[in-house]
């Protein structure tokens, strides 16, 4: 039998968001050596700010057709291996009380803290160890893996994930890591776009909106000639929060000036 040392890993994630916890725990319960990175000082931040505090951890009617990819077949394998109900199922073993807004729309009931513990939780019982306040200076690919220098010295691992997330928000410590990793491993990038960009409301329409204020109703909102509905979105802050995430993250073909989004028509019924 050969000795393993200590900086020696069978799977190193970069990045302890959703996606990396949710990956950790994944490896862990297939028996792999897990080691979790991250250079912020706490796990899974911007979970927490999710669905205003209070994280849409799924949605049950949730079908390949919702994800917007310049590659609409992407999706497809990873929906079907595991679904919305595979992740409810979770949840409901965390003992998690939530709550469904518009139909299929799933919330936390208290907080969106519920789902980063029970990720937490999920990993420390995979034994998937998660280390913050850790910054990779530099990853190298050897003839078993990979070497990654961290100040303290170097680790290497089989596998490694790169679960860095996106560009948004660099206060949660989002930062362009993973693009700069695929560039060093030859991988092609699309240009990156904002998702969720700037209304521009005219003031006719602004008027119109700025009672609807806490008011739960069906929205159709147009850009140009694509539609977007809720059967009973609230409006907050006089835009109704989910159907305007959806038309503000059109692909190119609607996207407008600046990554401005330009709404036709807004329709509701009370
Ligand atoms: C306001 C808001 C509300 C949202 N609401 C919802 C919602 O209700 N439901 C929903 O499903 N989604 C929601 N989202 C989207 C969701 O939060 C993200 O899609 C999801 O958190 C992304 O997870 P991730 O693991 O890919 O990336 P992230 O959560 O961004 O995690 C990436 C991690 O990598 C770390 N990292 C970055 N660079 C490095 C580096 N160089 N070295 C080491 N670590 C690094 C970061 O510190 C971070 O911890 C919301 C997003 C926002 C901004």
């Given at each position: 039998?050969?000795?393993?040392?200590?900086?020696?890993?069978?799977?190193?994630?970069l990045g302890a968001g959703a996606a990396g916890l949710?990956?950790?725990?994944?490896?862990?319960?297939?028996?792999?050596?897990?080691?979790?990175?991250d250079h912020a000082n706490k796990p899974g931040k911007k979970i927490l700010m999710s669905g205003g505090g209070?994280c849409?951890?799924?949605?049950?009617?949730?079908?390949?057709?919702?994800?917007?990819?310049?590659?609409?077949?992407?999706?497809?394998?990873?929906?079907?291996?595991?679904?919305?109900?595979?992740?409810?199922?979770?949840?409901?073993?965390?003992?998690?009380?939530?709550?469904?807004?518009?139909?299929?729309?799933?919330?936390?009931?208290?907080?969106a803290k519920?789902?980063l513990?029970?990720?937490?939780?999920?990993?420390?019982?995979?034994?998937?160890?998660?280390?913050m306040k850790?910054a990779?200076?530099?990853?190298?690919?050897?003839?078993?893996?990979?070497?990654?220098?961290?100040?303290?010295?170097?680790?290497?691992?089989?596998?490694?994930?790169?679960a860095t997330g996106g560009l948004s928000i660099p206060t949660m410590g989002a930062t362009a890591f993973g693009?700069?990793?695929?560039?060093?491993?030859?991988?092609?990038?699309?240009?990156?776009?904002a998702g969720l960009?700037?209304?521009?409301?005219?003031?006719?329409?602004?008027?119109?909106?700025?009672?609807?204020?806490?008011?739960?109703?069906?929205?159709?909102?147009?850009?140009?000639?694509?539609?977007?509905?809720?059967?009973?979105?609230?409006?907050?802050?006089?835009?109704?929060?989910?159907?305007?995430?959806?038309?503000?993250?059109?692909?190119?073909?609607?996207?407008?000036?600046?990554?401005?989004?330009?709404?036709?028509?807004?329709?509701?019924?009370?």
């Amino acid at each position: 039998m050969t000795a393993v040392s200590a900086s020696q890993y069978d799977v190193i994630i970069l990045g302890a968001g959703a996606a990396g916890l949710m990956c950790a725990a994944t490896a862990g319960y297939r028996g792999r050596r897990v080691l979790v990175l991250d250079h912020a000082n706490k796990p899974g931040k911007k979970i927490l700010m999710s669905g205003g505090g209070r994280c849409n951890f799924t949605n049950l009617n949730s079908t390949p057709a919702n994800f917007l990819s310049d590659n609409p077949h992407y999706c497809i394998s990873a929906l079907k291996r595991y679904t919305p109900q595979d992740f409810l199922e979770l949840v409901d073993r965390h003992g998690i009380e939530h709550e469904e807004k518009a139909p299929g729309q799933l919330f936390c009931k208290d907080s969106a803290k519920d789902i980063l513990n029970m990720l937490l939780t999920e990993c420390e019982w995979a034994g998937a160890e998660v280390r913050m306040k850790t910054a990779v200076d530099r990853i190298t690919e050897t003839d078993s893996g990979y070497r990654l220098r961290v100040g303290s010295g170097d680790l290497t691992c089989e596998s490694l994930v790169i679960a860095t997330g996106g560009l948004s928000i660099p206060t949660m410590g989002a930062t362009a890591f993973g693009y700069r990793v695929a560039e060093q491993f030859g991988l092609d990038i699309l240009p990156t776009r904002a998702g969720l960009v700037p209304f521009t409301l005219q003031p006719e329409l602004k008027d119109q909106l700025a009672p609807l204020s806490g008011v739960s109703c069906p929205v159709d909102v147009q850009c140009h000639d694509q539609h977007f509905r809720e059967p009973r979105a609230t409006a907050r802050q006089r835009l109704p929060w989910g159907v305007w995430i959806h038309a503000s993250s059109p692909p190119k073909p609607w996207r407008c000036w600046r990554s401005q989004t330009c709404i036709s028509s807004v329709r509701w019924w009370t």
